[in-house]
């Protein structure tokens, strides 16, 4: 998605992540207006210098996916800029993402699976 935004030509818009946070919380927003998301929202939709320099940290997060195709050695830090990623976009727009949570398991380093065999123990036949 990093690419479909660089190639669309969004991530240089300006005023696209303003649309988006207002597109998406509008309901938030109106049903919750006292709340410390309908705040910490209507303030990064008031300054969209701000939530600009959000979608282009996003998208450069999601850039930087490309990187694991190449290298296992910053799969520690693809994870944790994944989990950064996901839980903002679920702070900002509200997107869940237990269903692609699963992503995560790949990032995890080879020597750390040994860690889970409680788990796939669990799992398995017996």
């Known amino acids: 998605s990093g690419l479909y935004k660089l190639f669309r030509g969004s991530v240089f818009n300006p005023e696209q ?62 994870l944790l800029g994944l989990i950064v990623f996901h839980a903002g976009n679920y702070f900002m727009t509200g997107i869940s993402f237990l269903e692609q949570s699963v992503i995560f398991l790949v990032f995890v380093p080879r020597e750390k699976w040994k860690l889970l065999h409680p788990i796939n123990s669990f799992f398995q036949k017996r």
């Open 17 to 78: 992540m303003q649309s988006v946070l207002m597109n998406d919380n509008v309901s938030a927003i109106y049903h919750n207006p006292d709340s410390f998301h309908s705040d910490a929202i209507l303030y990064f939709i008031q300054h969209p210098s701000l939530s600009q320099i959000v979608f282009v940290c996003a998208t450069l997060i999601e850039l930087s996916f490309l990187l694991g195709f190449f290298t296992k050695k910053y799969d520690l830090w693809l």
